[in-house]
């Protein structure tokens, strides 16, 4: 097989496709990645065939853009980014296509949606989040529109019909539109409810503990988990941080993902609270430039821009995060509490998620250190919400799992495996298959 996979997002959207592509190499089959030139030196590293959409400036420029960041403005924003990459990404997939190629692609794929539609690729849609699975039973947390479950169902169905269509169908239908006329390809409505989940096979790279099958997402959707991705060259621990997870007291970890760094004030507080707890602090990713003179970093605190998640964990006391769901995949396999300060796009769903499985509490990332405080000291003393933790984290490692972490890269290959198999000649997309889970 030779599987192809089109990645686009941040860091939190690639690294599961990169799990998944080092799975499908493993067995021996030829794997290409096509994503940001910004991650080129990334796939490079794990072993992956590399095709760029886009400049790594571009992609710099995009990410550190406050409209990407702002829920008023993010999907505007990120849409233009997207749209502007599409007749890019559409030719580079053509380019590697061959007789034996399986697509697989996040939720941005359009290029690799409208490839399979009008050469008839074979090719599997996927969510790393819940989120981007629309559902008026099962209505994901959005920090603008949210649909509360207290109204009737026909009237949530009523109200994201209506807003798929007002929000989401005027903005990327005329671009996307315009692009399928000049393929031949009919215009198409309710984009990210209906049109963008193949037919060939919708893949969830979560487990259903963590979000429950909605009866309204896709009856072909396949769970597969959490497709678990550290950096290969992030495989260590250095002394100094060694020794602080030597000490007595298990240290804080705290990260903001690799987007942002931490507001000062949100800097400042995490410094004060693991202070006033009497525990070491590790502050991960990028942090607010320039740092404020008097607030010099204490003796039991240390910045890094990178750490293997999966080693600090396991010796760490509690995580402080921005709710990517990969971050959140790595407390829970380290039954590790959660706090979660989220601030765009999915991070506020997964916060939700993680605080109704009982592994963590939700606050604004406003860097308040009072309600900080009080929230890890429940977190760290309340023997329930630990005993939860422990819970999940069974879950997550239990082998006999079809959607445990160690299990969930193979998963992802089975799938894809079948659909190759499976895939009848002549015009593939002229016969629509699914795939059994």
Not at 67 to 72: D, E, G, M, Q, T
Not at 145 to 156: E, I, N
Not at 173 to 178: A, C, H, T, V, W
Not at 291 to 295: D, F, I, M
């Given at each position: 097989?030779?599987?192809l996979?089109?990645?686009l997002?941040?860091?939190?959207?690639?690294?599961?496709?990169?799990a998944?592509?080092?799975?499908?190499?493993?067995?021996?089959?030829r794997?290409?990645v096509?994503?940001?030139?910004?991650?080129g030196?990334l796939?490079?590293r794990?072993g992956?065939?590399?095709?760029p959409?886009?400049?790594?400036a571009?992609?710099a420029?995009?990410?550190a853009?406050p409209?990407?960041?702002?829920?008023?403005t993010?999907l505007?924003r990120?849409?233009q980014v997207?749209s502007?990459?599409?007749?890019?990404?559409?030719?580079?997939?053509?380019?590697?296509v061959r007789?034996?190629?399986?697509?697989?692609?996040?939720?941005?794929?359009f290029?690799?949606?409208?490839l399979s539609?009008?050469?008839?690729?074979?090719?599997?849609?996927?969510?790393v989040?819940?989120?981007t699975l629309?559902?008026?039973i099962?209505?994901?947390?959005?920090?603008r529109?949210?649909?509360?479950?207290?109204?009737?169902?026909?009237?949530?169905r009523?109200?994201?019909?209506?807003?798929?269509?007002?929000?989401v169908d005027?903005?990327m239908?005329?671009?996307?539109?315009?692009f399928?006329?000049h393929?031949?390809?009919?215009?198409?409505?309710?984009?990210?409810?209906?049109?963008?989940?193949?037919?060939?096979?919708?893949?969830?790279?979560?487990?259903?503990?963590?979000?429950?099958?909605a009866a309204?997402?896709?009856?072909?959707?396949?769970?597969?988990?959490?497709?678990?991705?550290?950096?290969?060259?992030?495989a260590?621990?250095?002394e100094?941080?060694?020794?602080?997870l030597d000490?007595?007291?298990?240290?804080?970890?705290?990260?903001?993902g690799?987007?942002?760094?931490?507001s000062?004030a949100?800097?400042?507080a995490?410094?004060?609270?693991?202070?006033?707890?009497?525990?070491?602090l590790?502050v991960?990713?990028g942090?607010?430039?320039p740092?404020?003179?008097?607030?010099s970093?204490?003796?039991t605190?240390l910045h890094r821009?990178?750490l293997p998640?999966?080693a600090?964990l396991?010796?760490?006391a509690?995580?402080?995060?921005?709710?990517g769901?990969?971050?959140a995949?790595?407390?829970?396999?380290?039954?590790?509490?959660?706090?979660v300060?989220?601030?765009?796009h999915?991070?506020f769903?997964?916060a939700?998620?993680?605080v109704?499985?009982?592994?963590?509490?939700?606050?604004p990332?406003?860097?308040?250190?009072f309600?900080?405080?009080?929230?890890?000291?429940?977190?760290l003393?309340d023997?329930?919400?630990?005993?939860?933790?422990?819970?999940?984290?069974?879950?997550?490692?239990?082998?006999a799992d079809?959607?445990?972490?160690?299990?969930?890269?193979?998963a992802?290959?089975?799938?894809?495996?079948?659909?190759?198999?499976?895939?009848?000649?002549?015009?593939?997309?002229?016969?629509?298959?699914r795939?059994?889970?």
């Open positions: 097989m030779h599987l996979i089109t990645a997002g941040s860091a939190g959207d690639v690294h599961p496709y990169l998944i592509g080092q799975e499908a190499r493993s067995r021996g089959h794997v290409t096509c994503t940001h030139a910004a991650f030196g796939v490079q794990c992956l065939g590399f095709r959409i886009g400049s790594a571009a992609y420029s995009a990410m853009d409209r990407l960041w702002n829920p008023r993010s505007k990120l849409w997207v502007g990459l599409l007749d890019e990404q559409y030719a580079a997939l053509g380019q590697e007789s034996d190629t399986v697509m697989l692609g996040s939720l941005w794929a290029g690799a949606r409208l539609e009008k050469q008839g690729i074979p090719y599997v849609s996927s969510h989040s819940a989120s629309l559902s008026a099962s209505p994901p947390t959005h920090p529109v949210s649909l509360s479950t207290k109204l009737p169902l026909q009237l949530r009523w109200g994201l019909r209506l807003a798929e269509h007002t929000m005027r903005l239908g005329p671009e996307l539109n315009r399928r006329t393929l031949g390809l009919a215009p198409v409505r309710r984009i990210l409810s209906t049109w963008i989940h193949s037919p060939h096979g919708v893949l969830a790279l979560f487990p259903a503990w963590f979000a429950p099958r309204d997402w896709p009856p072909h959707l396949r769970f597969c988990g959490f497709p678990l991705f550290e950096d290969p060259d992030h260590g621990l250095d100094e941080v060694e020794a602080l000490r007595r007291a298990r240290p804080i970890i705290a990260t903001a690799s987007t942002l760094p931490p000062h949100h800097f400042e995490l410094h004060d609270v693991a202070q006033s707890l009497g525990r070491p590790i991960l990713g942090v607010p430039e740092v404020h003179p008097a607030r970093l204490a003796p605190a821009p990178h998640l999966r600090l396991s010796r760490s509690a995580l402080i995060h921005h709710g769901v990969g971050t995949a790595f407390a829970f396999q380290s039954a590790v509490p959660q706090l300060t989220p601030f765009a999915d991070q769903d997964n939700q998620r993680i109704r499985l009982g592994c963590g509490q939700q606050l990332p406003n860097g308040d250190a309600r900080m405080q009080a929230a890890l000291s429940f977190l003393s023997a329930p919400s630990n005993q939860r933790c422990r819970d999940v984290a069974l879950l997550m490692n239990d082998l079809r959607g445990s972490s160690r299990s969930a890269s193979a992802a290959v089975d799938h894809l495996e079948k659909v190759l198999a499976h895939t009848p000649t002549g015009n593939f997309a002229a016969q629509p298959l795939v059994a889970a």
